[in-house]
């Protein structure tokens, strides 16, 4: 199954255990039917992997209307909405009504290969192959289909040998003689994956690169040119060597590379961020959460899982560019009532997707898009910040209730979104001083496709409950110029737990960290030459979101989370409000009773 519907929540976990008893009790593996297979080719040049992603792919998936519990989708049981019926009805739909937006790839989840009891359907040599009742005349005419209406294909597979692939060991592996399956698994028969439902492949076995050689094989044979890889560790709510499956990821993306078709591989899901380097040489793609779907009688919902994208995303912004891209999960905002959203959260939800520059692909029922849902998923100004030249926006101010998130364009103009995640309407403010400069800027209002005119310093919006806006700002103003001061300057007070400690991606090499329960650092001498309201750049560490109690010249303290940078050697920066007197000031960041993050540098702009 596809990923956290087995683990996140309870009722998920005891849905894992009814899908894994069925497939147990599944004693013998499907008849044995050779498939068809590529003939083997060339490798890929190193080039090939970024031409593959070089844009955050645009497209449709299964998962969504599979997993809901929507009155209607699956009428004969969990999943059963995946038929080769219901793939090409929106392939058909997606060709007419999304295609000339960039939308492109049908991508078919998990079960192609299970019938709705979750029996698994397997070739001789331990591969997956279509279920009859779903896909009655196989994946290969799903594929030509999908390919007849200038489209790709998409495909599903789980990390490791499944268990029912197993055969006692005794299984050839297509193409490897002398190889069985007894000779691609540890000795003990270790599971891995989200669900345990695999074995984990040894790779210190040479049979171990054929077997996955033989499953790309089979899979370029078929004519697909996208695979999820899914239950992928460290990641999937698994830690641990067991579950360690970046062997499995390089092997694909060698086996990927010796069928010389340009294959899409997508990795999944909630992956280790201390991996990140791994999943960017040997995937194109990475979910960087759990599932956005909610398991309920909608597609989704605000409180499930869409609005956590707000904490999870901002650590891994720097690592999306060609090649491979941060993997947001569905974009479930073009059915109205079936996708369990108000219109402000459809908008919200597909504004963060562009500016994060997550792959757009919905996994709504495009036969039966609304009129609102289409004018979301094909509004092209916001399409072309999400596939243009543009690089991934993050958020400049803390992780607060009320959020700005910015990106400077290649031609000095700034995409820049403003959000309202609180449960009631407020009002959001963007300081130019967040951006670098000060003056004048021109507005253009990228969903409704207007020109709002100049506006000096700042613009505020008010903004419904979970709302947005997202604009396209054009500086006509002058850079704005600052004064830094370093946490560990000596003139600096710490108190409680704080102390310096070294930090290399720091500005000055250090930084003042163990800021818990009572610890407080205290910058002085914070000179300003007229009272105002400042945005002050934090400059910086924190493996996790934390947060600070800020206060000027011991007066009222306001908390404000910062996002987390991902790891405690990388180093973030954010603007939080502060109100200074004209003079010398001091600016406090206090950890209260929690734990605050480590911080490098303030920098005080010239001007408020």
């Keep these: 199954m596809r990923s956290s519907s087995y ?42 992997s970024t031409a593959v992603a070089a844009k955050p792919y645009m497209g449709w998936s299964s998962w969504s209307m599979q997993s ?52 698994p359907e397997f070739d001789s040599y331990a591969r997956q192959q279509a ?64 669900w345990d439902s695999s074995y984990k492949l040894d790779f210190s076995k040479p049979c171990t690169q054929k077997y996955v050689d033989s499953q790309a094989q089979l899979l370029a044979g078929w004519g697909y040119d996208f695979l999820k890889l899914d239950g992928v560790g460290p990641g999937s709510g698994k830690s641990g060597d067991q579950y360690d499956n970046v062997a499995d990821v390089a092997a694909w993306r060698k086996a990927i590379a010796a069928t010389g078709r340009p294959i899409h591989l997508e990795v999944s899901w909630s992956l280790d961020y201390g991996h990140v380097a791994d999943w960017k040489k040997y995937s194109n793609g990475w979910r960087i959460d759990t599932d956005v779907e909610c398991y309920c009688n909608t597609l989704v919902s605000w409180e499930n899982s869409v609005d956590d994208r707000f904490d999870d995303a901002p650590a891994w912004t720097r690592h999306a560019g060609p090649g491979g891209w941060n993997d947001l999960d569905s974009l479930d905002i073009g059915n109205g009532e079936m996708d369990g959203l108000t219109k402000a959260e459809r908008q919200t939800y597909a504004t963060l997707w562009a500016i994060a520059k997550s792959p757009l692909y919905t996994g709504d029922d495009l036969t039966k898009l609304d009129s609102y849902g289409l004018s979301l998923l094909t509004n092209t100004e916001v399409i072309a910040v999400n596939q243009g030249g543009t690089p991934p ?25 403003l959000f309202n995640l609180a449960d009631k309407p407020a009002s959001v403010t963007a300081h130019w001083s967040t951006l670098g400069f000060t003056g004048k800027a021109k507005l253009r209002d990228l969903w409704n496709h207007e020109n709002l005119g100049t506006y000096t310093d700042k613009v505020t ?30 003139t600096n007070t710490l108190s409680g737990n704080a102390s310096v400690a070294d930090c290399p991606a720091c500005s000055g090499g250090k ?47 306001v908390s404000h ?38 911080i490098d540098r303030i920098d005080v702009p010239k001007s408020s």
């Excluded at 989370?561 to 790891?567: L, M």
Aim: net charge neutral.
């Design 68 to 119: 809901s519990k929507y009155p209607g989708l699956n009428p004969d049981g969990d999943y059963s909405y995946l038929t080769e019926a219901n793939v090409l009805k929106q392939t058909d739909a997606l060709a007419a009504k999304l295609k000339k937006y960039g939308y492109e790839y049908i991508n078919i989840d998990a079960g192609w290969w299970r019938d709705k009891t979750w029996r």
């Design 561 to 598: 989370k910062f996002p987390s940078t991902g790891d405690w050697a990388t180093v973030n920066t954010v603007h939080v409000p502060v109100t200074l007197k004209a003079g010398a000031n001091t600016i406090t960041f206090d950890s209260g009773s929690g734990y605050a993050p480590d």
């Design 461 to 490: 919006q008010a903004l419904p409950a979970h709302g947005s806006r997202l604009f396209r700002v054009t500086p006509d103003g002058r850079p704005l110029t600052w004064s830094g001061i370093e946490a560990e300057a000596t």
């Design 7 to 48: 683990s996140v929540m309870p009722a998920r976990a005891l849905r894992a255990l009814v899908v894994l008893a069925l497939a147990a009790g599944t004693a013998a593996a499907a008849p044995a039917v050779r498939a068809q297979t590529a003939t083997p080719a060339q490798a890929q040049d190193s080039t090939q």
């Design 511 to 557: 930084k003042v960290g163990n800021l818990y329960q009572g610890g407080r650092l205290t910058i002085d001498d914070v000179h300003v030459d007229k009272a105002g309201t400042y945005q002050i750049k934090v400059a910086y560490v924190s493996g996790d979101a934390r947060s600070a109690n800020v206060s000027a010249n011991g007066g009222g303290a």
């Design 393 to 417: 926006a993050a958020p400049v101010t803390a992780a607060d209730p009320q959020q700005v998130w910015a990106a400077m364009n290649p031609d000095g103009t700034y995409t820049v979104a």
């Design 131 to 194: 279920d009859p009742a779903r896909f009655p005349r196989g994946m290969k005419a799903v594929a030509d289909d999908v390919h007849a209406k200038g489209l790709k294909a998409g495909i599903y597979l789980p990390v490791g040998l499944e268990k029912e692939a197993y055969g006692d060991g005794r299984t050839p592996i297509w193409n490897a003689d002398g190889c069985t399956t007894a000779d691609i698994v540890y000795g003990d028969l270790r599971t891995t994956n989200g």
